[in-house]
């Protein structure tokens, strides 16, 4: 079992349309958790972190951690073509924190 | 540079032959990663630079993979004897932040290699 699982879709939405992106981790020592944002043949951008439990807010972008599910989320609100690419969750441990451990990765695709 | 720099972009390499890869990062960037991401997966961890120093080297998957930060700035990714699959793309990340958080790290746009 991977420590970090995600649904890799592919995702498909018209433009404007909330889109909601998930991921669930196995590991209770994961404190910092992140999503990267990757286009094709680039490497990944780092879009939000979050440290523990809650919401953080970024423009269109919305970031949830529930630890208490294991459960992390990312919100797109009005979403446009630009953001079509690649999402990738991944998390941190809390103490030996040098390695980030990332989902697989979910394609999504915003329909003009 | 602005940003982190990885060359070559695109190796083809034939089985059993050496490769090394390069990562030049960040000016000033204290940790640099090293990330190996298969077709449709996610990037897992190779090694990781804290200055010079090899702290972790836990994701190597084998002997073969060797790597290197002698001055504490630029880092080469050796690859020996390549095997079909190794395979794959390697991104090189680097983060200014000495401490362990290193949340915002910054990733080249990686080397794909093919072995042949």
């Known amino acids: 079992q991977k420590e970090v699982e995600q649904d890799p879709g592919p995702l498909s939405v018209p433009e404007g349309a909330i889109v909601s992106l998930n991921c669930t981790y196995s590991?209770?020592?994961?404190?910092?958790f992140m999503w990267y944002r990757q286009y094709s043949r680039k490497g990944p951008e780092l879009l939000m972190y979050?440290?523990?439990?809650g919401n953080k807010e970024d423009g269109r972008f919305t970031a949830q951690v529930d630890k208490s599910s294991k459960y992390i989320s990312l919100f797109i609100r009005d979403s446009q073509p630009s953001d079509s690419a690649t999402y990738l969750c991944?998390?941190?441990?809390?103490?030996?924190?040098?390695?980030?451990?990332f989902g697989t990765g979910t394609s999504l695709t915003v329909i003009p | 540079g602005a940003g982190v720099s990885q060359s070559p972009r695109y190796k083809v390499a034939k089985r059993g032959q050496d490769v090394a890869l390069r990562c030049d990062p960040i000016?000033?960037?204290?940790?640099l990663f090293w990330y190996q991401q298969a077709l449709g997966q996610g990037p897992e961890f190779l090694t990781y630079?804290?200055?010079?120093?090899?702290?972790?080297k836990s994701g190597l998957p084998s002997d073969r993979f060797f790597a290197e930060r002698p001055e504490g700035s630029v880092s080469t990714l050796k690859i020996q004897r390549t095997q079909q699959e190794d395979s794959a793309v390697y991104l090189c990340?680097?983060?200014?932040?000495?401490?362990?958080?290193?949340?915002?790290?910054?990733f080249g746009q990686g080397t794909r290699l093919t072995v042949v």
């Open positions: 990340a680097s983060s200014s932040r000495q401490d362990s958080r290193n949340t915002e790290a910054f």
């Open positions: 590991n209770s020592a994961f404190q910092y």
């Open positions: 979050t440290y523990s439990s």
């Open positions: 991944a998390s941190q441990r809390r103490v030996t924190g040098n390695q980030f451990y």
């Open positions: 000016s000033g960037h204290v940790s």
């Open positions: 630079f804290q200055n010079e120093a090899q702290l972790d």
